[in-house]
C-alpha cells in the first residue's frame, strides 16, 4: 500500500518507519525543513530506543522517503495519516485542532482516486466529522473516507508497541475506508493482533477513556501509597496483592511521583472538556487531574522533609529528568514542579537524565546540568531519584555514601530495597514503604 504520512513528530514517524518495515511504501512529510533534512542524514529528530536503525533500514530498502512538499506527496495514495500536534490550546485546556485541520485543508485539494484520510493524532470526538466536512468544501467531488485510528504507543518502547499491539483500533462506516485499513494492517492480523472496528467516534472516544483510565490507576496507587506510608504498610506489597487479581492487573500500579508525559496530562485534560461541552462531568477524572497536579509538589516537600525540613543553601543532586525512562521528552514531568519546589525552598540544585538535558534545558532553569551520576551527587546534602533509568538501578553505594554530604537517598521510583540501602549506610525514603 502507497502511505503518506503527514507529521515526522514521535507518531508520525514510528508509525511511517514500522509501515515500511511491513512492506508498505511510506513517505514521511513535514513542514520543518531541518527535521526532514536531519532525517534524510539519518539524525533523529526524538530520542526512542532502535528507532535510528529502523528508520535506516526503510530508507535502505527503498520504502521510505521523507518530504515537505505536501501536495505533491499525497497524490495517487491509498491512505493520508494525519499524525500532526494536537496539544492543550492556552486559556481553556481543549485539544488545539488547528493542525489538524490545517493539514485537511491542504490534503483536500491534493488527493486524487479513493484515498483513506485516516486520523492518528490524538484527537476529541466529532474531530472526524469536521476533518469530512473540510475535505467535502475544498473538494466537492473528492473520493474519500474519514477513518479514525488512535495510537497506543508508550515512549520507550514505542516500535515494539506498534508492531505488537494489544488491538488496533479502526473507527468508520465506510466499507472502501476499511478495506484500506484492513489491507494497510493485514501484516498484524497474521500475528493474531486484533483489528477492533467501530464508528469514528466511539474511536475517537476509546482512545482518551483508556488513557484516563490508566491515569486513575497510577493516581490511585499513589494515594494508597501515602496511606501506607501513615498506617506502616508497603505499597509495593498491596500493588502486587490486587494487582494479582485478574479484574485490575498489575500494570501502572507503580507508585512514584505522579504521571506526566505527552499523553496523560494532555488527554485526561480534554476529555474533561469535552464532558464538560456535553454536560456529562467526570468527576473521577476530575479527581485524578487535580491529584496528579498536587502530587508533583508534594514530592519537592518530601524532599525537604527528608532533609530535616530546611534547604535553603544546600544542594540537592537529582537523577532522571524525563518523564519515564528511554525517551528524552519532558513534557509535564514531575521532575520539573519537584525541581521547582526546592528552588523556591532555596536549595541549589543538580541534575543529570542520560537523554533528557537539551529537552530540560527549555523548562527547567538555575541548575547545574552534570555529567553523570557520580558527580551529580558529589557534596549533596540528599539524592533523589525521580526517573528509573537503567543506569541509576545499580548504583554503588559505599561510592554514594563517600560524595554526599548528608548521606539520604529519596528514592521516588521505589527502585531498591530498604535494607541494601540502609546496609550502605544511608536513609533511605521511598515512597509508600
Not at 71 to 84: E, N, R
Not at 140 to 154: C, G, I, K, T, Y
Not at 234 to 257: T, Y
Amino acid at each position: 500500500m502507497r502511505i503518506a504520512m503527514v507529521g515526522s513528530g514521535y507518531v508520525g514517524l514510528v508509525s511511517g518507519a514500522c509501515f515500511a518495515d511491513f512492506g508498505h511504501d511510506v513517505i514521511c512529510i513535514d513542514k520543518d525543513a531541518g527535521k526532514i533534512a536531519a532525517l534524510e542524514n539519518g539524525i533523529m529528530p526524538i530520542y526512542e530506543p532502535g528507532l535510528d536503525a529502523l528508520v535506516a533500514r526503510g530508507v535502505e530498502a527503498g520504502r521510505l522517503r521523507f518530504g515537505t512538499d505536501l501536495a505533491a506527496s499525497v497524490k495517487g495514495v491509498d491512505a493520508v495519516f494525519i499524525a500532526v500536534g494536537t496539544p492543550s490550546r492556552r486559556g481553556d485546556g481543549h485539544a488545539d485542532l488547528s493542525y489538524v485541520y490545517a493539514a485537511a485543508e491542504e490534503i483536500a485539494g491534493a488527493i486524487d482516486g479513493f484515498t483513506a484520510i485516516v486520523d492518528k493524532s490524538t484527537v476529541p470526538v466529532g474531530t472526524g466529522d469536521e476533518v469530512e466536512r473540510i475535505i467535502r468544501r475544498v473538494n466537492p467531488n473528492a473520493d474519500f473516507a474519514v477513518v479514525s485510528n488512535p495510537e497506543f504507543l508508550r515512549e520507550g518502547a514505542a516500535i515494539d508497541d506498534f508492531k505488537r499491539p494489544d488491538r488496533v483500533v479502526i473507527g468508520s462506516d465506510d466499507e472502501k475506508g476499511l478495506a484500506v485499513m484492513r489491507e494497510i494492517y493485514r501484516p498484524l492480523a497474521l500475528g493474531r493482533s486484533p483489528l477492533v472496528e467501530m464508528s469514528r467516534r466511539a474511536a475517537e472516544l476509546t482512545k482518551y477513556a483508556g488513557n484516563a483510565f490508566l491515569a486513575t490507576k497510577i493516581t490511585f496507587i499513589n494515594e494508597i501509597a501515602d496511606l501506607c506510608e501513615k498506617v506502616g504498610a508497603d505499597v509495593q506489597d498491596v500493588a502486587r496483592g490486587i494487582g494479582l487479581d485478574n479484574r485490575i492487573g498489575s500494570k501502572f500500579l507503580h507508585a512514584g511521583p505522579g504521571y506526566g508525559g505527552s499523553c496523560f496530562p494532555k488527554d485526561t485534560l480534554a476529555l474533561l472538556k469535552t464532558a464538560q461541552d456535553h454536560d456529562a462531568p467526570q468527576r473521577i477524572v476530575e479527581a485524578v487531574v487535580a491529584v496528579n497536579d498536587n502530587r508533583k509538589r508534594a514530592m519537592g516537600r518530601k524532599v525537604i522533609a527528608a532533609v530535616g525540613g530546611d534547604v535553603r543553601g544546600k544542594t540537592i543532586a537529582v537523577l532522571g529528568l524525563t518523564f519515564k525512562p528511554n525517551t528524552d521528552d519532558m513534557r509535564d514531568s514531575p521532575a520539573i514542579a519537584l525541581i521547582q519546589t526546592l528552588q523556591d525552598a532555596g536549595a541549589t540544585i543538580n541534575v543529570y537524565d542520560p537523554e533528557g538535558h537539551e529537552q530540560a534545558k527549555a523548562v527547567i532553569k538555575d541548575v547545574t546540568y552534570c555529567s553523570g551520576p557520580y558527580e551529580t551527587m558529589d557534596g549533596a546534602e540528599a539524592l533523589v531519584i525521580v526517573t528509573e533509568w537503567d543506569i541509576f538501578r545499580a548504583l554503588d553505594f559505599k561510592r554514594v555514601k563517600s560524595l554526599l554530604a548528608s548521606p539520604v537517598l529519596v528514592d521516588l521510583r521505589n527502585i531498591y530495597p530498604r535494607d541494601m540501602v540502609e546496609k550502605a549506610g544511608l536513609t533511605y525514603h521511598a515512597v509508600g514503604r
